[in-house]
Every structure is written in C-alpha cells, then in structure tokens.
C-alpha cells in the first residue's frame, strides 16, 4: 500500500477511498443500526487460535439473528479480511441489516506496550453513559464514546461504565478483571456487559489452568478490596489499570501485579506478528 493511500471492503469489492458512500436513508446511518466486531489477527492468519476468527463471526451472526436482519455474504467477509490483513494487523467488521458488509483496517496503538506495562488511569462515568443493547455491539456506541470523553478532563485514558446504583461493569472498550483473595474476578454478563471475545477466551484458560474465575457484580465495597485489576479486549489484550477516579476520590491498583504473568501467558502461545518485525 502506498503513503497516503487507504483501503477498505464493502459490499463485494476492494475500494480505496477516504470516503464511503451511503444512501441519505439508510438506517445505519439514521440509526447506528449495524452490528460490529473488532478482532486482532496473530501470525498473520485468521485461522490463528488467538485470532479467534470463528467467535468473532457466531457472535455477530448471534446479533443477526436476534434483530432478524439479513444474513451477509460471509465468503466476501472471509475474502475481504484475507486481503486487508496483509496491510493491518486490526480489523473491524461491520454487517448492515440488509447483509452489506464494511471491513476496515487500522495498525496497533502505538503506545499499546507502554500501557500493557505501566497501566493507565481510568474514572468513573456518569450512570447516564451507558451502552445500548449491552449485550450486542452495535453501531449505536454513543453512550460509551460519550463516557470516554467525558473522563479525558480527569487525564483518564478510559472511562468505567456503572449501573444506577455504582456497579462497575466495564470499560468503555473492554471488560474488568480484578485480582484478590486468591483468584480472578470479573462480572457476569447478567449485569449487562457486552460478552466479549477476549473475556471468554481468558475465563477457558485460566480454567484450563485449574486457576478460579468468580464472576459476581462488582459492587462500590468489592472494587475497595482488589489488589490489582485491568481490562480486556481483542486488540489491547490486558492492560492493568492502576488509578480510578471516582467522587468518594481515587483508588489506587498494582500495575505490575505479578498474577498478570498468569493472564499473559495465554498471549505467548504464539510467535511474533509479522508487522512487529517491520518497526
């Protein structure tokens, strides 16, 4: 791909563009009526265990099925990811409830290993910011782009989702994990949390690993007593968070947790990314 250039997939074909068109009228537009998921290819291969490419497509045709939209055309999504993953190590595929589909690509943060080691500071958003259809991940992601933003005058790098009476959910692009009393928390997906990918491949390791996961509500005593906790998702992997703040004031977290090792372990099964040669 040359400087300058952009790539994406819609409906069937490879465009370069900076632009996508859409009709006036579609709901998508109108609405934010699409379904999403943002994965992360290993190896440079969407067959790569930890690229997890079968889960990320059941968990949008579960959406489909739910709002009984049209059911896309998945070769051209398995064709046109196949073409973008030799320019991006992220996708992010998007499915329109008429079977369109609209895949783009984007590199790593760059400051992704500074945050994996030192952790970042996170705040607690205004109840108000919640996410539409929790359990689905639609287009419609104001509530949560609305919660990210509103935390940045704290020098926040990511906000913290709460129910009306101050349960912690999760982040405004991941789910939490918290580490005390000898084993991993994170909430239940009953709280109304998005079931994320990552998540569900974190709880099957660590239960491989004959490790406990305790999936209850985190409630404003429980976060008090964690000795460390992090969010997750498909692209970040973990990453610790070492301050949140909230009204009563801060909570401060070990960043450099030494049980981290046990999550982290699952990402060394591995070998190097290709693009990470070429830094």
Not at 118 to 124: D, E, F, L, P, Q
Not at 147 to 169: F, T
Request: proline letters at 5%; glycine letters at 8%; hydrophobic letters at 40%.
């Amino acid at each position: 791909m040359k400087g300058g250039e952009v790539i994406y997939w819609y409906n069937g074909k490879l465009i370069e563009s900076q632009t996508l068109e859409l009709d006036i009228n579609d709901p998508g537009l109108l609405y934010g009526a699409t379904v999403f998921t943002t994965l992360r290819v290993y190896e440079n291969s969407l067959d790569s265990s930890l690229t997890n490419w079968q889960a990320h497509c059941d968990r949008l045709q579960l959406s489909l099925q739910a709002f009984t939209w049209q059911q896309p055309d998945w070769q051209w999504i398995h064709q046109g990811a196949e073409i973008l993953i030799q320019h991006f190590p992220i996708l992010r595929i998007t499915l329109f409830p008429d079977g369109r589909e609209w895949i783009i690509g984007r590199n790593l943060p760059a400051d992704l290993t500074k945050k994996q080691q030192n952790g970042v500071k996170c705040a607690i958003a205004q109840p108000e910011f919640s996410r539409n259809l929790p359990s689905h991940k639609t287009g419609n992601y104001l509530g949560a782009w609305l919660a990210k933003n509103s935390v940045q005058a704290l020098a926040a790098e990511e906000g913290i989702l709460v129910d009306i009476a101050g349960n912690w959910l999760e982040t405004t692009t991941g789910n939490l994990w918290g580490w005390r009393d000898g084993l991993w928390w994170t909430p239940p997906e009953y709280v109304g949390i998005l079931p994320g990918i990552m998540r569900s491949q974190i709880i099957q390791w660590l239960q491989n690993q004959q490790l406990q996961v305790r999936e209850e509500p985190w409630t404003p005593e429980l976060v008090t007593g964690f000795e460390a906790i992090a969010y997750t998702n498909s692209v970040v992997e973990i990453i610790p968070i070492h301050t949140v703040e909230q009204a009563s004031g801060s909570l401060q977290y070990n960043p450099q947790h030494l049980n981290f090792q046990q999550i982290r372990r699952l990402f060394s099964m591995t070998t190097v990314p290709f693009w990470y040669t070429l830094k």
